[in-house]
């Protein structure tokens, strides 16, 4: 797995989302017993003739809850600065991390992250494939305050 850090500005406050207990019903294949070995040769093709077959069962989804932020990434491009916007995802509500981002996660607070990246595609309404990168966090730090900055910039701007 990618795993990747990232220094920047939260853009938003903390959303905290909690999915409910659901249920899904998938589908498996069910597999035919191979031939014993000694009669494989001479019995294979039987089998591969026969039909797939397959069966519904149905998956236990328990609630659970996680967090996620927007954040801002401010890199040089060109002859300027661009900004990326990254979102980040919180799972474990009993983790260290998340417990950190509770305390300190509003938004313009500067922080780093470091985290695993995840791809989701899906179809949005439109029937358009999207896809979207996300940043599971592992370790959140922070580095400075929105207060904290705004004091240091008054006081660069006073001498």
Known sequence: METRTLTGYLGSDLEIRTLPERCELRERTVRE???????????????????????????????RSFGKLMLAVHRKAGGGWATEWHRLVIEKPESLAMQNVRLFGQKGNRVQVTGRVRKIRFTD??????????????????????????????????A
């Not at 089998?47 to 989804?61: G, H, K, M, N, S």
């Not at 029937?127 to 008054?154: K, P």
Request: hydrophobic share 35%; aromatic share 10%; with cysteine.
């Open 33 to 63: 017993e191979a031939p014993p070995a000694h009669l494989a040769r001479r019995y294979s093709y039987y089998y591969d003739q026969l039909p797939v077959l397959t069966e519904e069962f149905e998956i236990r989804i328990p609630e």
């Open 125 to 158: 309404r439109e029937g358009q494939e999207r896809c979207l990168t996300e940043l599971v966090v592992t370790h959140f730090h922070l580095l400075e305050t929105a207060q904290e900055r705004e004091a240091r910039r008054e006081k660069a701007a006073a």
